[in-house]
């Protein structure tokens, strides 16, 4: 990432956002107090193990939680709050400035519907006066971009590959110019080479459309090689976050230092996991939500609940091996840019 994308108005603010769902045993505190910026132009990777909270943040975003989930906090768009505005404000900003990709594109294209008038039915959802042939010339367009020949608009989902779907529902996404772009698992389902092609193109489309991209991944080396900076969350929580090539190698938690254990890497001799599993949300342990698994914990650690500070000028970590966390340099789990 450049110096001056690090410095461009955030397209995306989230401040202390908090997200539960109501459960039959209680309130399940999945997301709970996360702050982040995302610049234009700027690819930020959300990592963590399964279960502590990637996704609902992504849906908490597009405002996409089920019903009975709870969510507070402030989501500003370029500079417009989204949390509490109307369902008519929202769905327009929705899929025209900030566009969520999942992991399944089948389950989200009419199998009976041809491609293009996927594009059609999205465009004047938006805008309903578009003329149907222009916006089959935005299809083509979007299409084009993510290497899908236009001559093919007009076939049905399931005449193109799996990789190609995942294209074609990205350029949906995509199709609206939005400001921010949140690919959830994007590439999961597909194998490796595909995974890298769309990945490229995610890549491409950020920088040439300045888009801000949330990737959400269990992939660690999928972070390394596309993102500028790289969130990690445990917990529900952010505990480490910075820019993804001093994150990676001088990792500054003792989660992030285990995560990346646990990857394999060309030296790789042995593979490390993290012993135990993430608390339970429903009652997460007082102190650090770490310190029960953590090799470096001391004795304030089950006490203390750490805040993000400053461990170097970029990056932020929520651990009390780091002066300022104990009364949270920022007084939130927050992070700042
Ligand atoms: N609809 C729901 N109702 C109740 N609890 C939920 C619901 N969706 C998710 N959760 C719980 O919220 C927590 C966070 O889940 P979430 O799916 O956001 O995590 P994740 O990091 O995306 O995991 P994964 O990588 O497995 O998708 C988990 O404890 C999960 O069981």
Do not use: W
């Not at 914990?297 to 006490?303: A, D, H, K, L």
């Amino acid at each position: 990432m450049t110096d001056q994308n690090r410095s461009a108005t955030p397209v995306l603010s989230v401040r202390d956002l908090r997200v539960a769902y109501a459960t039959p045993t209680g309130m399940l505190h999945a997301v709970d107090g996360v702050s982040i910026d995302v610049a234009a132009g700027e690819s930020v990777g959300l990592v963590g193990e399964s279960g502590c909270g990637k996704s609902t943040m992504g849906k908490a975003l597009m405002q996409l939680l089920p019903p009975g989930a709870e969510m507070s906090g402030s989501v500003t768009l370029q500079g417009e709050e989204l949390v509490g505005i109307n369902a008519r404000r929202l769905r327009k900003i929705r899929g025209e400035d900030m566009a969520l990709v999942f992991q399944e594109p089948m389950t989200r294209l009419d199998p009976l519907m041809r491609v293009s008038d996927h594009f059609v039915e999205a465009i004047r959802a938006h805008r309903p006066k578009t003329k149907k042939d222009e916006a089959r010339a935005m299809a083509r367009e979007a299409l084009m971009q993510m290497g899908i020949p236009p001559t093919r608009a007009d076939n049905y989902p399931h005449e193109f590959s799996g990789g190609m779907r995942q294209r074609i529902m990205i350029a949906l996404g995509i199709v609206m110019r939005p400001y921010l772009v949140i690919a959830d698992e994007p590439t999961t389902a597909l194998d490796v080479i595909v995974e890298a092609q769309i990945l490229d193109l995610l890549d491409r489309l950020r920088r040439e459309e300045d888009l801000g991209l949330i990737l959400i991944t269990h992939n660690l080396g999928i972070v390394a090689e596309t993102c500028d900076r790289v969130a990690v969350m445990y917990a529900g929580r952010i505990v480490e976050v910075g820019p993804v090539e001093e994150v990676f190698t001088d990792p500054k938690h003792p989660y992030t230092q285990g995560l990346l254990r646990s990857v394999i890497s060309a030296d790789t001799v042995e593979l490390a996991s993290i012993d135990g599993f993430p608390p339970n949300l429903l009652d997460p342990p007082t102190g650090c939500r770490f310190a029960p698994r953590c090799d470096q914990r001391f004795e304030p650690c089950t006490t203390v609940d750490p805040s993000l500070t400053p461990v170097s000028d970029a990056t932020r970590a929520a651990c009390l091996l780091y002066p300022g966390a104990e009364t949270g340099a920022d007084a939130t789990h927050e992070m700042a840019r």
